[in-house]
């Protein structure tokens, strides 16, 4: 039987043996490396073709016996395979890959200036790209490079697309971002690498600027179909692309329930959760358990603000996670910085049901303010944190198929 791997350093939470499994392959599986081992795992291990992600693409390079012009002009190897005779043949299907996702984004390169993020790898990747694509100019920012993360606002102002291949942002260190993309005022596009999260700070950024991004996941796949073509032999379509783009994406996303206490998140989410087969998690309950007592004794004994305290790790721990639908507290909207943390991995939906309609028995703010007096205050925030709204106007079945069919969610369950 033939054996496939991805090698690097820290592999946990790669989504490469899923997308492999969807091109038809199940022997394909991860392989964590100590840089000392690589070199005995290339040259004696029992495999038949490899992956190679961080920090090995260079590493690998004297221990293969041929290269391909793409892997010689990039300098980084990310597919071996093992030939009939035994030698090793290394090639770079990022390029394939990179060229993939701009295309099927919609973002063009030609005539433009083009910001690169970090000088490894991948980088050299998108500035080969970016140069056969006809831009206007290529700057490379690095630590300690002349353009660095100091000056790059002075010295690129006039910068067109931003293309980060570096991995900050990247789980689990997902609050921070490379740049402030606001400070470019000519952006017309953002391509981050990074495929998890799969909405960056980056592309949270440039989804708030309103300026076409897109993450790394086309990237993975393409690349990985140009190395699945390696392995087997059988072309790829590019249908077959984004089917698996579109089902990898629908597998990982988190649908986050937002909107008024008592508006139905918790019923609906159960509902939506039986249809799609995802995980259905509640905020307020996984508070209550970290907390060890009910919400209106965590108002009673420690105050609102130490509620939102909890409140918002609850929520970090839970939206870094995939495949969930998440039910959150109707005051999550309240403190902004939740907001990253929902979006980060998936789509909100604000679900609206009437305020006459709504319960408030046992609510802890509900006897602090009116409904009406509360939605006047939270209806701007709800908006502000949402991708959709959806009205809770028929049974909790009904609702939660809707969502899933403006989700264009395949129906799994009852």
Request: proline share 5%.
């Amino acid at each position: 039987m033939a054996k496939f791997y991805l090698i690097g350093e820290h592999l946990s939470h790669s989504h490469s043996p899923a997308v492999h499994a969807m091109f038809g392959n199940p022997n394909y599986t991860l392989k964590e490396l100590a840089p000392d081992e690589v070199e005995h795992f290339i040259k004696h291990g029992d495999y038949d073709g490899l992956n190679v992600t961080i920090p090995y693409k260079k590493t690998v390079i004297p221990y293969l016996d041929e290269l391909t012009d793409t892997a010689q002009k990039l300098g980084a190897v990310n597919t071996i395979v093992r030939r009939s005779d035994g030698t090793l043949l290394g090639d770079n299907t990022d390029y394939f890959g990179f060229s993939y996702t701009l295309e099927s984004a919609g973002i063009a390169l030609g005539g433009k200036r083009v910001l690169i993020l970090g000088s490894g790898g991948a980088s050299k990747t998108a500035a080969a790209y970016a140069c056969d694509a006809g831009a206007a100019s290529v700057t490379i920012v690095s630590r300690t490079g002349e353009i660095n993360y100091q000056n790059v606002y002075e010295r690129c102002a006039d910068t067109e697309i931003v293309i980060n291949c570096t991995p900050v942002g990247m789980y689990p260190q997902s609050g921070a971002a490379p740049v402030w993309l606001i400070r470019f005022p000519h952006l017309c596009g953002v391509v981050d690498m990074i495929y998890n999260p799969a909405r960056t700070r980056l592309l949270a950024a440039a989804k708030d600027l309103r300026i076409p991004a897109v993450n790394g996941a086309s990237m993975l796949v393409a690349q990985a179909a140009r190395g699945h073509e390696h392995f087997t032999g059988q072309s790829v379509s590019k249908q077959k692309i984004e089917q698996i783009v579109r089902a990898l994406s629908q597998k990982n996303e988190n649908v986050v329930l937002i909107g008024m206490p008592g508006c139905g998140k918790t019923t609906i989410g159960k509902a939506l959760a039986r249809l799609t087969g995802k995980k259905f998690v509640d905020i307020d309950a996984k508070i209550e358990r970290s907390a060890g007592k009910a919400i209106p004794e965590i108002f009673a004994a420690e105050g609102e603000d130490a509620f939102r305290r909890l409140e918002h790790e609850i929520i970090c721990r839970v939206g870094a996670e995939h495949g969930q639908i998440i039910a959150t507290g109707g005051g999550a909207v309240t403190r902004q910085e939740n907001q990253y943390p929902l979006e980060q991995n998936g789509r909100i939906v604000w679900l609206q049901r009437s305020l006459e309609e709504l319960p408030t028995e046992g609510r802890p703010l509900s006897h602090k303010d009116t409904l009406a007096e509360m939605y006047r205050m939270r209806e701007p925030l709800y908006r502000v944190f949402s991708d959709m709204q959806i009205p809770n106007d028929g049974t909790p079945e009904e609702v939660a198929a809707r969502i899933a069919k403006e989700l264009h969610y395949e129906i799994i369950g009852d």
